[in-house]
Every structure is written in structure tokens, then in C-alpha cells.
């Protein structure tokens, strides 16, 4: 994986810019490879937190085995928000501080599970497929919501999915993952299929909608969060 210091030397400050490196980084999404395995090796969740008053996110990776989920390593980083907010451009807020978290690993990766959007994202590039570029890891995008995209309503069984498209392009998958609990929205991001990505998602959801992988570091980003607010409040209140 390329040094953190390399990958943001030259970092994004204005939407245009943002926009040129977006068009560039989008050429060098690999999509013919079928990446690792379900249930093999280890997957990585990805999530982060703001605290927008006091402009700070704080970054949490998650190392999971694959075969029994159970936790390998954890690292969170906290840094300063790196871009402000435009739709469609939230990696740049948030790669900076999750490349943080991810050189606190010993641990490989594996196949890292984003909270939020790959090729599914109006430009194609979502934060799965950004941070897969910049690394070189095999990575994919677990949304809450399908953003701007359409999709018909996946059977109720588990396991269903229903296309998510823009205009007559498959974009991503709607994908249940609970029976009768509203779907998850799944797209590639880099160096993985859509298939293998929807077969990802329901190995790391035995019991809950959401992956195990985004679970465990949205609980841990949230605790950094807290913490990181924790160890500023003195100093504010000093002034």
C-alpha cells in the first residue's frame, strides 16, 4: 500500500480541483477482478464520525476474520475535517483520516468494507472506489440508503436483490439481508465484483441488516469521536 504522506500530498481544497482529481483517480477503478473470497482471509469495515461544531472526524477500521467475524485488530485516528461539504464529494472530508486509521494496522486488510458508496455515486466514485484506488485493496460500498438511484423492491427473503439503476445501468444491488427488514445497497468499489460483494454482505450478516464489519466500527468511530471531544472540552472551556 502506497505511504499515507504520499497519498494527500497534494490534497483537494476547492470542488473544482476535487472534481479534476475525482475524474483522474475514476479511470483506475479495476472492475474485471472477482477479489477474495466470501468467508476467506480477513475483511476490514470502514466508518467515520464528525463532530461538526468543532470541525473533527474521527476514523475507525475494523479487522474481522471472515470465517467467524470475530475482531483481529482495531485502529481509530481522529484528525481535522479536510474538505468542506459538497454532495458527492464526501470522500475528500474523510480519506485523510481513514488512510490514518488504516497505517495503525499490522494486520492485512483484506477486503475492505466501506460505509457508503462505490461505483454507485453520480460521478462513479464513491468512497469505496476512492480509498480502493488510493490503497490498492480490494474494496466495496455498504450503503444505508441508495442515494440518488432507483431500484424495484427486493422478494422478501433473505438473500433477495433487486437492481439499483441509473437509467438502464446497474449501478449496485439492493440486497436483503434481514427477511422483512428494509435492504441494504451494495456496489463495487475496486478489484471486486458485484456478485462477490453481495455474497460478502450476507457472510457478514448472520444476525443484524447491517455487516458486522460496519456495526463494529461505527460503534468504535463514535467512541473516538467522544473521546477525542473529551480531551478538547478543558481547553474550550479555558478560553
Not at 476490514?44 to 470475530?70: I, P, S
Not at 443484524?208 to 468504535?220: F, G, H, I, N, V
Request: glycine residues 8%.
Amino acid at each position: 500500500m502506497t505511504s499515507h504522506n504520499a497519498l494527500i500530498s497534494d490534497w483537494p481544497a476547492d470542488e473544482r480541483t476535487a472534481r479534476a482529481v475525482q475524474d483522474e483517480l475514476r479511470a483506475r477503478v479495476v472492475l474485471d477482478e472477482p477479489g477474495p473470497p466470501p468467508g476467506t482471509g480477513h475483511v476490514t469495515g470502514v466508518d467515520v464520525a464528525y463532530d461538526d461544531e468543532r470541525d473533527v472526524v474521527a476514523a475507525a477500521v475494523v479487522v474481522l476474520d471472515a470465517a467467524t467475524l470475530d475482531v483481529v485488530e482495531e485502529s481509530t485516528a481522529v484528525g481535522t475535517v479536510a474538505f468542506p461539504y459538497v454532495p458527492g464529494l464526501l470522500a475528500f472530508r474523510e480519506i485523510p483520516t481513514v488512510l490514518d486509521a488504516l497505517a495503525g494496522l499490522r494486520a492485512d486488510p483484506g477486503l475492505v468494507v466501506c460505509d457508503g458508496y462505490g461505483v454507485a455515486h453520480p460521478r462513479r466514485f464513491g468512497l469505496a472506489s476512492h480509498l480502493g484506488v488510493l490503497t490498492g485493496l480490494p474494496t466495496i460500498g455498504v450503503a444505508k440508503n441508495p442515494f440518488t438511484f432507483r431500484h424495484e423492491d427486493p422478494a422478501d427473503a433473505r438473500g433477495s436483490a433487486a437492481p439499483l439503476l441509473d437509467g438502464a445501468e446497474e449501478v449496485g444491488r439492493a440486497l436483503r439481508t434481514r427477511q422483512g427488514v428494509k435492504p441494504v445497497f451494495v456496489s463495487v468499489g475496486h478489484r471486486a465484483s458485484l456478485a462477490g460483494a453481495c455474497a460478502h454482505v450476507l457472510a457478514l450478516t448472520p444476525r443484524y441488516r447491517l455487516p458486522e464489519s460496519t456495526r463494529r466500527a461505527d460503534a468504535l468511530c463514535r467512541a473516538a469521536l467522544r473521546e477525542a471531544a473529551g480531551r478538547r472540552a478543558p481547553d474550550e472551556r479555558s478560553k
